[in-house]
């Protein structure tokens, strides 16, 4: 196919696009409602009280997170003493681990020496399951905050560096001639170019990491902590309030959901360039 | 005489390989001249352009620059590769991908937006600056490649089958194109192409390269008057003995190879 075609092509797939949010929403509801609708008639008809109503849930939800004056966004204050220090601590741990991560992998893949005396130990770290390390997180840096970011970095941090060495290694040999063949300067070749050649599988690792950081945030405060939302999800399941377990878990379902989507669109943007020309060709 | 490029007994043998890719190599090109290498496919052209353009280390011999052996890339060497889609960064737009060098080189910003937009204009891309190369056609994106070639001001232009790519149209916009830069800038090119036609059309000199392992088979001046045209030059007697000696060559060259293998 030509360029000119691809061009085309780019340009009609853009207009489908434009006009297919109402089509996936259409294609994604009926379920969505069935389920719901499935849910609410069965936890009616057999009352049980592990599994309540889902308008019940709905209610309550709202009353525990939402609930607050307009001057705090409508965010309840159980929100803002729950909710935000368990996003702060996913957010300060992932961006942690990324860091190190690519950091880490970077120089995994340019040191080809320390690359293979550190492969051993970062198979290992892949395959450990990282909440077993959580007891040993505590032992380390304590109950608080510090213990937990640790941990999530601890978790999301072998994506990454996996991801980054994959892609640097990886790279199109021309990309690379092409970029040793204008002289750059070292910095201007691996943050110019080196991390976006590579960056196809560095967002890769990175998308698996924010997934297992949030898993891992729970994880951790249903373990051992005093505020964040696994912290009330588990007191509420001590005191039987099977409402305030449910109301807790919609909300972890729609902070993975938020992150995820955060993720989406940030990558859209940054990987335009490898979407859109990929998009154009099917 | 005034030698820009000097190949001298140039070799290079891929490790484990059981013999040399690139046997001897010897020649030398002038400043400001206009150099085709042809050769059969697997004569290493490539790896022997990568040599050039200090890409790649020889295993044997050297390669002068202006007098100066060279052992990394040089900023008096650019470089366009045939695969633009390949040496296009993707991710920038078509002036970033000329400022990029420009602004690694520490230039102050006035001065990278006038190379680039000289450049850009200079192979009629000005208009474009700001469209990404998956935006452009193949051909706009070859000027794009050799728009960033320009804006180093090279002394010398290697050009690894820049036209290979593109359409028959295309590839003839794109021969002008490369004739015209070389004549208004007094860079000296050195082309790569499987392409007798372009070859001849192109050229001051022609090097035929042997089959692995790999030598100069014979050189070949063309005398043609420039500037040259695409139609009145090629419809020339001259053109098409000079297009005949070359076929004969290198057809010579591959019956000769092929009773030796």
């Known amino acids: 196919m030509t360029t000119q075609t691809q061009l085309i092509a780019t340009q009609a797939k853009q207009k489908k696009k434009r006009s297919s949010p109402l089509g996936k929403v259409a294609i994604r509801l009926p379920a969505l409602v069935i389920a719901i609708l499935l849910w609410q008639l069965a936890a009616t008809a057999f009352s049980t009280p592990f599994f309540p109503p889902f308008f019940s849930i709905v209610a309550r939800f709202q009353e525990d997170w939402l609930s607050g004056p307009a001057t705090q966004l409508f965010l309840s204050d159980a929100f803002y003493t729950n909710a935000l220090p368990t996003i702060g601590r996913l957010a300060i741990g992932w961006i942690l681990g990324a860091l190190l991560g690519v950091t880490i992998g970077s120089l995994i893949a340019y040191l080809p020496r320390l690359g293979a005396a550190l492969e051993p130990l970062v198979r290992f770290g892949m395959s450990l399951p990282t909440p077993a390390l959580l007891p040993l997180a505590i032992a380390f840096f304590g109950l608080d905050a510090g213990g937990k970011i640790f941990f999530i970095a601890l978790g999301a941090i072998w994506p990454v560096i996996v991801g980054t060495a994959a892609g640097l290694r990886g790279a199109d040999p021309v990309a690379v001639s092409s970029a040793r063949s204008l002289n750059l300067s070292p910095a201007t070749l691996f943050l110019r170019v080196r991390i976006p050649l590579a960056s196809p599988q560095i967002m890769a690792g990175l998308r698996v990491s924010v997934n297992a950081a949030v898993l891992l945030i729970i994880v951790a405060e249903l373990y051992a902590t005093t505020t964040g939302i696994g912290f009330m999800i588990v007191s509420a399941q001590r005191n039987f309030d099977v409402l305030g377990t449910w109301s807790g878990v919609f909300l972890l379902a729609l902070l993975g959901i938020v992150c995820n989507g955060l993720f989406v669109l940030v990558e859209r943007r940054v990987m335009r360039w490898q979407i859109i020309p990929r998009e154009a060709q099917k | ?261």
């Open chain 2, 1 to 261: 005489m005034n030698y820009v490029i000097e190949v001298q007994h140039l070799a290079f043998r891929y490790p484990n390989a059981p013999q040399d890719t690139l046997g001897d190599i010897d020649f030398a090109v002038r400043q400001g001249e206009f150099v085709s290498v042809v050769g059969p496919s697997g004569a290493g052209k490539t790896t022997l352009l990568n040599c050039i353009s200090g890409l790649t280390r020889p295993t044997g011999g050297a390669v002068l620059v202006e007098g100066e052996a060279i052992t990394a890339p040089s900023s008096k060497i650019g470089i366009v590769f045939q695969d633009y889609s390949r040496s296009l960064f993707p991710w920038l737009t078509a002036e970033k991908n000329v400022a990029l060098p420009l602004r690694s080189r520490g230039l102050g910003a006035e001065e990278i937006a006038a190379r680039v937009a000289e450049a850009l204009a200079s192979v009629g891309l000005a208009g474009q600056e700001k469209k990404y190369p998956w935006e452009m056609s193949g051909g706009m994106q070859q000027r794009v490649a050799i728009a960033r070639a320009l804006a180093l001001e090279p002394h010398v232009l290697i050009m690894d089958e820049p036209m290979a790519s593109v359409d028959a149209q295309t590839r003839s916009d794109l021969e002008d194109l490369v004739l015209k830069i070389w004549a208004e800038r007094g860079v000296t090119v050195i082309l790569v192409t499987h392409d007798i036609d372009e070859a001849v059309y192109m050229s001051d000199r022609i090097v035929i390269l042997s089959t692995p392992p790999t030598a100069v088979y014979h050189t070949m001046e063309i005398d043609l008057s420039r500037p040259r045209h695409q139609l009145q030059t090629k419809d020339t007697a001259e053109f098409g003995h000079l297009r005949a000696r070359l076929f004969t060559e290198i057809r010579e060259l591959r019956e000769r190879s092929a009773l030796n293998a």
